[in-house]
């Protein structure tokens, strides 16, 4: 049960002083606040602990002591309210929320909707206009969640864009990266938060200036609009802006070639067979999760000269792309009698996060394979590399870089003959890799033989 008392002590022996006053609930809970009433310092002992006259006292006027009692109600009520919004518990918000109560909008906020609120539709106007994809459009939703829950912790969720500060958006990056320190404290906010999206861990400094940059880009769009003055990112200054918006990227982490070939080969329990078929399809495709867990038997097609392949618009840049030209992918061997075993059907697509998503499986899969090479990966917390085993940074983007890896090795430098500089535009103007010759570098990358089918899919030829 929370308490609330005066603090009448002061160092002063005479003039007038403002009445403070101190909330307590309990053993953990201690707030201070300073009010705007003033009292002599030679009447402060004819109040007692409560705010009230001491008995026998008549110089205090039913009007000031009115006053201190509608004080002490403005901080019930703002406690009532951190405690029910799960706003922080410490003095800061206790004052802005008590000076909340007392000028409930500010004149700023007349017109004005609050910043969470203008993200939220500066989000959708650019989904509904084009210049956002849908998944683009997610992700800032994901972020203005996030702004939402550390304005609300800070007591502020009703401020305006032109209100948000530099020093403010610094202390959001810090949330950004330790937000998973707040799940638990403030469970309301989180009630609502799907497992996925529920921090769990310390975020990565990429991640963080990935979302910091989307708020970036919504604030350039209203100073641009002249909604507002100037972008808190542009008053950070040159030295902050780049630690705010810094990048760092480990290593490469990929499977080697002769590793692939381990996972190929080995014996795997029949619980890990849909995760390894999976696994070794996408490493042949190269594609990202979001699209080859949407893939068919409709996905394949089959070229002039009999080379089967599977074609998609990728989901993340589609929005983006200028027509709609699809990738085409020739099918490896490999990869093509797996589909056909499989009829292109890979249950453990259905859950790709979790205890027991397809990432966790694929980590899973390359512990039974031995594929425990150490790699470095980078700690946040420590800033140092930790070195792992690399099934343990098993996942479905591990697909995605081995493909790219293996696909890399076997390509000619087109620079490498000295005939044009580095980035050329002539190189790529004078020539073009069709099908067929993809087909038979990713043969050489992936070690296997070529071969030909008809429209059905039957196999006429093998190389």
Do not use: W
């Not at 518990?89 to 700023?108: C, D, Q, R, W």
């Not at 899969?365 to 800033?383: A, D, H, M, T, W």
Request: glycine share 4%.
């Amino acid at each position: 049960m929370e308490y609330i008392t005066l603090k009448t002590r002061t160092t002063k022996d005479s003039g007038t002083v403002k009445l403070r006053f101190r909330l307590r609930d309990g053993r953990n809970i201690e707030l201070y606040h300073k009010s705007d009433i003033e009292i002599k310092v030679a009447d402060l002992d004819k109040l007692d602990n409560e705010g009230k006259k001491k008995k026998g006292v008549t110089t205090l006027t039913k009007k000031f002591l009115e006053t201190i009692s509608a004080e002490r109600r403005y901080m019930q009520l703002a406690y009532d309210k951190m405690k029910n919004d799960g706003m922080d518990i410490n003095s800061e918000v206790f004052e802005s929320v008590i000076a909340g109560m007392k000028t409930p909008v500010l004149e700023v906020r007349k017109e004005q909707p609050a910043v969470v609120l203008r993200f939220r539709q500066y989000a959708d106007n650019a989904l509904r206009d084009g210049v956002l994809g849908k998944r683009r459009h997610d992700h800032i939703i994901v972020v203005s969640d996030k702004l939402e829950r550390f304005l609300t912790i800070k007591g502020l969720s009703e401020i305006t864009a032109a209100e948000f500060t530099d020093s403010l958006l610094m202390e959001f990056r810090n949330f950004l990266f330790d937000e998973y320190k707040y799940v638990e404290k403030y469970k309301r906010l989180y009630k609502k938060v799907n497992s996925y999206n529920k921090p769990k861990a310390r975020l990565s400094l990429n991640t963080v200036a990935s979302q910091m940059k989307m708020l970036q880009t919504f604030f350039t769009e209203l100073e641009n609009s002249d909604e507002i003055l100037k972008s808190p990112f542009r008053r950070l200054g040159k030295e902050r802006k780049k630690v705010v918006m810094k990048t760092k990227y480990d290593d490469p982490v990929f499977l080697r070639s002769n590793e692939l070939q381990i996972v190929l080969s080995a014996e795997v329990p029949a619980i890990l067979q849909d995760t390894r078929d999976a696994f070794l399809v996408q490493c042949a495709f190269g594609c990202r999760i979001s699209d080859f867990a949407h893939m068919d038997m409709q996905s394949i097609s089959v070229s002039p000269d009999g080379i089967p392949y599977v074609h998609y618009i990728p989901k993340k840049t589609a929005d983006a792309q200028i027509d709609n030209r699809e990738v085409e992918t020739p099918i490896v061997r490999y990869a093509f009698d797996i589909i056909q075993r499989t009829n292109f059907e890979f249950p453990v697509l259905k859950n790709l996060y979790g205890p027991m998503g397809f990432n966790q499986k694929i980590k899973d899969l390359l512990q039974v394979c031995k594929i425990n090479r150490e790699v470095p990966i980078y700690n946040e917390e420590s800033k140092q590399n930790d070195y792992l085993p690399l099934f343990k940074v098993g996942s479905s983007k591990l697909a995605r870089k081995t493909h790219v890896d293996i696909m890399n090795k076997v390509q000619i430098n087109m620079y490498a003959a000295g005939l044009h500089k580095e980035g050329s535009a002539a190189v790529r103007r004078y020539t073009n890799m069709e099908l067929k010759d993809r087909f038979t570098l990713m043969n050489a990358a992936f070690d296997q033989k070529p071969y030909k089918v008809d429209t059905d899919l039957n196999i006429i030829e093998e190389g």
